[in-house]
């Protein structure tokens, strides 16, 4: 008796091992479909959170809804309509022409809260936005103005500047188009700078936008025009970023209060 029962001792025990890899195997099999599921859901929400971003950070303000409050759409009666008098698809009376910078690159300085970052505008890719913003520079209009808005999301980092009144308001009175040079697979390198529009490709205006990482953007209303880049300096963007947003938010006011000292080209 003692012999035959030794086998069947053993075949229990295999049979239990076998049960417990079994099982095992079951729990690694269904921790890796949780895992799988957590990772798509996070993707998910990175890429929503992308691009409910994308369509408001680059957007200016309305400047001023019904009610009297500021609003933030994307595209307003007051920002992507044309002064009277001026067509559809046709810049404002006083925007430079596209000519004035054609061929040309400005190098200079951009200056935000006392530190420098060397700028480089292409006048070459991107001939209308590089005559504005020269023009802009040349007549100190960035002197004092706030960088009103910090966006921090995976795949996302971005500091706007520029507005008229330093809330991120456009001014009605100054629109231009088109877009150009515009990146076909809609990543903007950290270190880009672009030019903020609202809801129609000729209602860019003075907001400019810093990536102070890769950044991906939707390209299907016509993208951003990418004007120039950071030569030098970037970690100053970056340690704004680091300093956080008013809220926690991913997308607001940068905590640290940021001013344009100055914006110089040549």
Known sequence: MANKSKPGRETKARVARMQANQAMHQRAVQRRKRDNIIAFVAMGVALVIAIVLALTVFMPKDNGAADGSTGDKAATENNAT???????GTNSPTVPKAEAAAGKTFTGTLTLNGKPLGISLDGTKAPQAAAVFKSLADSDFMNGKLCHRLADAPNFGVLQCGSLKGNGEGDPGYQWGPVENTPADGTYPAGTIAVARAGTT????TQFFITFKDTIL???DGGYTIVGKVTSGLDVVTAIAKTGIEGDS????PKTKVTIDSFKLN
């Open 250 to 253: 991913t997308d607001g006011t």
């Open 202 to 205: 000729y209602s860019n205006g």
């Open 82 to 88: 044309p002064p009277a008098g001026t067509p559809a």
């Open 218 to 220: 939707p390209q299907e």
